[in-house]
């Protein structure tokens, strides 16, 4: 059947829900209200407010409630209204969240999942357009996904909801509209796989979340000039599926990373220290990486663009790589 | 006579509720097993203090001695299906859910058989099967944990009920009045546990609190100030406590306490306080001292026989901290055991991964 990105992720919350008792959300208005981008909708007339609860907008207390009852067995999802809000709770999703495990020498597990939109959208200011990954993937405990088309937004939400650990899940605010036919079957997604999007024989191009559809849109251009590039979303943060990577690196000999994420310290640059570890040998040219510019975003259209990747700017950057 | 009723050092004060009756049930039986218990956690934090000094615990280590009637009282007015989550001055804490001495001397000198592995140290221990849910270190942040504990117990509606506790510094913390609003708009069975010992570190309540009453800063949630050195006051108090919040929701109980070390080891504890004081509580709050006379004047038991508890209690000590310095290190692997659980379905991350395995449903 077909659904909307938004549509895909409330059904594999709805599944899983009714799958699973344990299962509660709890965010700024996901109850009553449905949801600020309708991810949620109609979940609170269906689960009561027991297990869909609008909270108090207090990132930080109610994202240590969510990991209190994870640690009591429930799995709760605690959606992030924006991705920027919850740099409120960031003690809560380091300290506690990530390393809860480990201290407790592995006597609790924290089944939670967060999630919500990041990511620049369309003249949201520097606040609203977060691209969070980069803060969060030093934290030792915590995996991070990216979704990008509806089939895997819910297979991912649903493998998220199941793992025993804290996974935090990125969606795009740009990305909830996107349609597409994905089956009506119970299926999940695996969190630790990359994706195949297009196979080809030249340069791999590495991507994730919005960023893979400018990849796709400069992919057109390129085959039409004669080059076989090969598109991977790598849908996985952290840990990178490295052994996905690793076969295209060494089949093409040439990477280029395209991100939304900020140039310093984001996950291209991880991405980019794990290839030359790890694959060094299989390189016939220098990693390159297209990032954001290291500024806020600014609210203006047109600077707006000149922030994040332009499809213009993978074609030449393509072209480069491959002289 | 069984039973028999002593009345709390001083009444109970409450906030926009009516305190419980100072007359207070106990038995013979129940005393000279406070005695037992709060001597056992005195002796403990003494030996730790020794072994720090002697360089076999490093890092952070905070004593609650001073403080064990909190502990003491509260596990007497509820049972271990009830949870406990506190900060990092956390163990006494454990050994009241029953902890073991051994666990707590090995987790402290990192050693395998510690209760965190020797993976946690002084500010990380937990009792999963007992409800002991930590043993945190980032101040104040333990209580939104707490809140949320007592959620998942409405959730499952099994009746039991959260003691989170936090110290007088921890008060000003602003996610400590955000899950304390949330906890009353759900109605959870939460009781915030004030353990005022009248210094965050080195700062005086009053130079960082601008009302110190500590019971009252929930508005409007009800509190109960209790005489924290005073073991059956905090029994009553808890016992109350714990009542009124599977009917009522969120309590705060301010248990007025005080700790005989300084903040952690670094501290002398004598910077920002004076000798005098220390040593009038000791001479006139002691809480294993109001005990001992309780039992005295009672003719429970005489003196010779409590010094032979106390013995006993030293020797209990010195072989668990025996048995705590045979137990080996942690084995190097376990520097990446327990980062993550599996991961869902998959066996192996990175570069030589042989296999993905998915399950499907």
Redesign the interface.
Known sequence: HEVLLFEALREGLEEEMDRDPRVCIMGEDVGHYGGSYKVTKGLAEKYGDLRVLDTPIAENSFTGMGIGAAMMGLRPVVEGMNMGFLLLAFNQISNNCGMLHYTSGGQFTIPIVIRGPGGVGRQLGAEHSQRLESYFQSIPGLQMVACSTPYNAKGLMKAAIRSENPVVLFEHVLLYNLKERIPDEDYICCLEEAEMVRPGEQVTILTYSRMRYHVMQAAKTLVNKGYDPEVIDIRSLKPFDLYRIGNSVKKTHRVLIVEECMRTGGIGASLRAAIIDNFWDYLDAPVMCLSSQDVPTPYAGTLEDWTVVQPAQIVAAVEQLCQ | WTVLTIETSIPFTGHRIDPPSRSVDTTRKELLSFFRDMARMRRMEISADSLYKAKLIRGFCHLYDGQEAVAIGMEAAITKRD?I?TAYRDHCTFLGRGGTLVEVFSELMGRRS????????SM?F???EAGF??????VG?Q?????????????SKDETVTFALYGDGAANQ??LF??L??SA??DLPVILVCENNHYGMGTAEWRASKSPAYYKRGDYVPGLKVDGMDVLAVKQACKFAKEHVLKNGPIILEMDTYRYHGHSMSDPGSTYRTRDEISGVRQERDPIERVRKLILTYEMACASELKDIEKEIRKEVDEAIRQAKESPMPDPFELF?????K????EA?????KE?K?F??
């Open positions: 949870s989550i510690g209760c965190s592995k020797g993976k946690g140290g990380h937990y009792k999963k849910y930590g043993g945190h270190g980032i942040a209580v939104p944990l707490g809140c949320g504990l007592a959620f998942a117990q409405k959730y602003g996610q955000e899950a609003n949330i708009l759900w055991t327990n980062v993550y659980v991961g869902y379905g998959v991350l990175g570069a030589d991964r993905v998915a499907l449903p």
